[in-house]
């Protein structure tokens, strides 16, 4: 890789960021912007249609778009957020976000494309397992970890004894000569 490096990533709400590996865990595409020092804006287009992912960039000045990353089978729910990070780890870098626009495209529909649509609930990516968001389990009761405990030491007891009896008999049958 060849930093700046602009990548993009889905989370469902369970995934982190890895600053090691500058997040190539989770990271479903990227490509390098070489935006040090211009004196020119550059714009980046993040583009998301029909569960298309697409990011577009202009870094040159030439007002000419060049294409970053594409990734089919993004299933994005309505009423999540877009997220945007300058993050450079151990790097010292300015960045300035002076605009960010969102539109709403009108996008024709089949019914089946329109129900499969609704039917998102968690952010995924085809092709892509992201670790499913589970709920904490709850903590054990008093009544239960008194079980646990009672019920782990008589079984422990039981092992003891089984064990000394099996000794005993293994014993015995040592201590017969036959002549």
Known sequence: RVFPYISAMVNNGSLSYDHERDGRPTELGGCTAIVRNLHYDTFLVIRYVKRHLAIMMDIDGKH???DCIEVPGVRLPRGYYFGTSSITGDLSDNHDVI??????LTVERT???EKLHRDVFLPSVDN???PEMTAPLPPLS???LF???FFSLVFSVFAIVIGLILYNKWQDQSRKRFY
């Open 64 to 66: 000419e778009w060049r």
């Open 147 to 149: 079980l646990i405990v």
């Open 111 to 113: 019914p089946e494309e």
């Open 142 to 144: 008093g009544l239960a």
């Open 128 to 130: 892509m397992k992201l």
């Open 99 to 104: 605009s960010l626009k969102l539109f709403e």
